[in-house]
């Protein structure tokens, strides 16, 4: 089992300010998840401001996570080949070009190119894990971790709400982009300011090969999850592409077992640790988006119609049902340093599972007031923020310093695809379990949205439980070594 105590090679330079490291990677990966969840509330107005159906604005989602599948792998192993500053500062400036063009078009083609270019920030995150394991000591490092893990799960929240600041009434959604370069560009400035260049410890070609199966593999996978409810489930497409991504994804294996100098070790998420860290990845990754979107189409349902929900607009929506979790997580990631160094990751993890069981448990029996829906969501977003901080703890004790960029890579698009089969499986719901006559959903869709919470998060728990990931002694030897 390796040690997360740092080894640094080589010299940092002198005019990068260390003290604003961490707090400028917090914002930076709170920046990469708000760019995921802020579309998600006004995808209609897009639609309608550009004029576009709603299968060809849902390409503004689709083609975000297909290039974010495709560039993080490769971002991330690039970072501990050539060196973590320059592949981070790289991807911010792309980011604000994304950010640029989505906001100055007008076109739908254009928004999904600017969305294409956001999607290399899904890399910034195990991109700054990699950087704080080389520049911290071993005493600061898991808290470091658990704080910037924690701003992932936060983000998520925070990005609804600031939707609902931006965009209401009749306002435009470019609102939405501009407020994304802005913070961009204030990210770009800071990382150039406070990250330190160092040499990078792997050595070594890209496995360019490996990298184009990989990426055709997770696109397939994910183009049938994101476009399955458009298509049919059962259509040719929808199974040709789910096929084929599975075929590829055992070739890419196959291929990685036998290349010099693999993109991702085979040994590596094989290793138990690793493979229960990247399912529970995948777990914790549907949780998030079952309680962001179940929870927002919940409240802004109408009372009149539907026989439930608060007839919430956006703003409302983020203000009132989510930044009170958004706060709370943000305490929850400030405090995940000190819980981890007490319990372990493990012992963390067990404990954010069953909160996030009790959450979606309550939102399931008692939507009906205000005050339990707040409640439930806000222990969803404690356990998203718990467990995102736990994961990295996981990963990082067990691969090498030369491998932390990939490993967490592989652990992001474990998140990726858990979020893509949740957002698939609300959409789902909604769509067959309508109000009669209508197209207001079901109150019995969000019910059962609420128990799958609850299982995925039980899920986490039993896989947390069971798996072999040592010893609470031998954690605690983990941490202080």
Same mark, same amino acid.
């Given at each position: 089992m390796t040690a997360v105590a740092p080894a640094r090679t080589g010299t940092s330079n002198s005019t990068a300010a260390p003290w604003l490291m961490l707090p400028v990677l917090s914002l930076t990966v709170m920046t990469v998840a708000m760019m995921q969840t802020m579309v998600v509330p006004v995808i209609g107005r897009i639609g309608d401001q550009l004029d576009v159906g709603t299968? %060809?604005?849902?390409?503004?989602?689709?083609a975000n996570l297909l290039a974010a599948a495709v560039s993080t792998p490769i971002l991330g192993r690039l970072a501990d080949l050539r060196g973590k500053r320059p592949v981070l500062i790289g991807i911010l400036v792309v980011v604000l070009c994304g950010s =640029?063009? %989505?906001?100055?078009?007008?076109?739908?083609? @254009?928004?999904?190119?600017?969305?294409?270019?956001?999607g290399a920030s899904f890399a910034l995150f195990p991109i700054g894990? *990699?950087?704080?394991?080389?520049? @911290?000591?071993a005493e600061r490092l898991v808290g470091?971790?658990? !704080?910037? $893990?924690?701003? =992932?799960?936060?983000?998520?929240?925070v990005g609804m709400v600031v939707t609902g600041l931006l965009v209401h009434d009749d306002t435009d959604y470019r609102r939405v982009f501009w407020f994304t370069a802005v913070v961009g560009l204030v990210v770009l400035v800071?990382?150039?300011? $406070?990250?330190?260049?160092?040499? $990078?410890?792997?050595?070594?070609?890209l496995d360019w090969i490996g990298a184009a199966l990989l990426a055709l593999g997770l696109v397939l996978v994910l183009l049938a999850l994101s476009e399955g409810a458009h298509w049919g489930w059962g259509s040719p497409g929808t199974i040709g592409c789910a096929a084929g991504g599975v075929?590829?994804? %055992?070739?890419?294996? *196959?291929?990685?077992?036998?290349?010099?100098?693999?993109l991702v070790p085979p040994q590596m998420p094989t290793r138990r640790p690793v493979l229960v860290a990247n399912l529970t990845a995948l777990l914790v990754g549907a949780a998030l988006f079952v309680g962001f979107l179940a929870c927002? #189409?919940?409240?802004? *349902?109408?009372?009149?119609?539907?026989? #439930?929900?608060?007839?919430?607009?956006? @703003?409302?929506?983020?203000?009132? #049902?989510?930044?009170?979790?958004?706060?709370?997580?943000?305490? %929850? $990631?400030?405090?995940?340093?000190? !819980?981890?160094?007490?319990?372990?990751?493990?012992g963390v993890l067990i404990g954010a599972c069953l909160l996030g069981i009790a959450g979606f448990v309550l939102a399931a029996l008692s939507h009906d007031a205000v005050a339990p829906v707040i409640v439930a969501m806000t222990a969803v977003q404690v356990f998203i923020s718990l467990a995102y901080a736990a994961l990295p703890a996981m990963i990082v004790a067990e691969v090498d310093q030369a491998e932390t960029g990939i490993a967490n890579s592989v652990n992001s698009i474990a998140r990726t695809i858990g979020s893509s089969l949740s957002s698939a499986l609300i959409s789902t719901l909604l769509t067959i379990l309508t109000v009669s006559g209508t197209a207001v959903p079901r109150e019995t869709a969000f019910v059962i949205a609420f128990a799958v919470g609850a299982g995925v998060a039980g899920l986490a728990l039993v896989l947390t439980v069971i798996a072999s990931t040592g010893t609470r002694a031998q954690e605690a030897d983990i941490l202080v070594s």
């Open positions: 299968t %060809a604005v849902g390409w503004v989602l689709t =640029l063009l %989505a906001a100055l078009t007008h076109a739908l083609p @254009l928004l999904i190119l600017g969305r294409v270019l956001q894990i *990699a950087i704080l394991r080389d520049e @911290l000591p470091a971790m658990g !704080l910037l $893990s924690g701003m =992932l799960g936060v983000g998520g929240g800071a990382a150039m300011a $406070s990250i330190p260049v160092r040499p $990078s410890v792997a050595s070594g070609p075929v590829v994804l %055992a070739g890419w294996f *196959a291929f990685e077992r036998r290349t010099a100098h693999p927002a #189409y919940l409240v802004q *349902a109408p009372r009149a119609v539907a026989g #439930y929900g608060f007839d919430a607009t956006v @703003l409302e929506t983020g203000a009132v #049902y989510l930044l009170p979790g958004a706060v709370v997580g943000v305490v %929850a $990631s400030v405090c995940s340093g000190r !819980l981890l160094n007490r319990f372990g990751p493990r």
